[in-house]
């Protein structure tokens, strides 16, 4: 197998890992695959070659899959989390990168797994879990990170309501080169216009995994 070769397995590992998300916490499912989709994208307008985009896609996909772990009181809960409950949420990206660990023998898994155990960390140094700073934290974390807090404020949970677009928007370029990398929001807030429409693109082909995972999901 050469270094860039994608596994042919590869999806069955992300039906079975986001299974177990979906009945845990639909929300964090479909959120899990929106940044997959969406974090291909960038990885695409950055000009990352093929392969790049599916292993980022995947750690889109896999970035969340930790919070199944967590207790599903706090994972769930409609109130604000108190400082306890907090710390324990702040695990997930460790334990998502657990989950595939042991598949890191593989080129294309293990190439995914900072995107994912990294997508907390922020520019300026205060991220978790290492406090990681401007370069030192991985590209493809950087990317996730964006994608990942605009779909987040852009979507209802339980504890509060969605942000709107242009609010969230604001959110990121209020945070540009403190909390995000700044060159990554520029190029993100130039995809937003698009990415409605290709959303509802993508979900009718087939090749897609995003689709095929939600569509097997339905």
Same mark, same amino acid.
């Given at each position: #197998?050469?270094?860039?070769?994608?596994?042919?397995? %590869?999806?069955? =590992? *992300?039906?079975?890992?986001?299974? @177990?998300?979906?009945?845990?916490?639909?929300?964090?499912?479909?959120?899990?695959?929106?940044?997959?989709?969406?974090?291909?994208?960038?990885?695409?307008? &950055?000009?990352?070659? @093929?392969?790049?985009? %599916?292993?980022?896609?995947?750690?889109?996909?896999?970035?969340?899959?930790?919070?199944?772990?967590?207790?599903?009181?706090?994972?769930?809960? !409609?109130?604000?989390?108190?400082?306890? @409950?907090?710390?324990?949420?702040?695990?997930? $990206?460790?334990?998502? *990168?657990? #989950?595939?660990?042991?598949?890191?023998?593989? $080129?294309?898994?293990?190439? #995914? &797994? $900072?995107?994912?155990?990294?997508?907390?960390?922020?520019?300026?140094?205060?991220?978790?879990?290492?406090?990681? %700073?401007?370069?030192?934290? $991985?590209?493809?974390?950087? =990317?996730?990170?964006?994608?990942?807090? +605009?779909?987040? #404020?852009?979507?209802?949970? !339980?504890?509060?309501? !969605?942000? !709107? @677009?242009?609010? *969230?928007?604001?959110?990121? /370029?209020?945070?540009?080169?403190?909390?995000?990398?700044?060159?990554?929001?520029?190029? +993100?807030?130039?995809?937003?216009?698009?990415?409605?429409?290709?959303?509802? /693109?993508?979900?009718?082909?087939?090749?897609?995994?995003? %689709?095929?995972?939600?569509?097997?999901?339905?």
């Amino acid at each position: #197998m050469a270094w860039d070769d994608i596994p042919d397995w %590869s999806l069955e =590992v *992300a039906e079975q890992l986001l299974a @177990e998300v979906k009945e845990k916490d639909p929300f964090t499912f479909f959120h899990c695959c929106r940044v997959g989709r969406r974090s291909r994208k960038l990885a695409k307008a &950055l000009g990352l070659n @093929e392969f790049e985009q %599916s292993v980022i896609e995947y750690a889109g996909l896999f970035h969340d899959i930790g919070k199944a772990k967590i207790p599903t009181e706090i994972l769930t809960k !409609p109130g604000r989390l108190d400082s306890n @409950e907090i710390e324990i949420i702040k695990t997930h $990206p460790e334990l998502s *990168a657990d #989950m595939i660990k042991h598949l890191a023998h593989v $080129p294309f898994f293990r190439f #995914m &797994l $900072p995107g994912v155990r990294y997508h907390h960390e922020k520019i300026e140094g205060t991220g978790y879990p290492n406090a990681l %700073s401007g370069d030192s934290i $991985p590209l493809f974390a950087r =990317v996730i990170a964006v994608v990942d807090s +605009f779909d987040a #404020m852009t979507h209802a949970r !339980p504890y509060r309501n !969605p942000l !709107p @677009e242009e609010k *969230a928007i604001k959110e990121l /370029k209020d945070f540009s080169g403190r909390q995000f990398d700044a060159k990554l929001v520029n190029y +993100f807030l130039e995809l937003i216009p698009h990415l409605k429409k290709e959303d509802e /693109k993508d979900q009718h082909q087939e090749e897609v995994v995003v %689709s095929h995972l939600i569509k097997k999901a339905a």
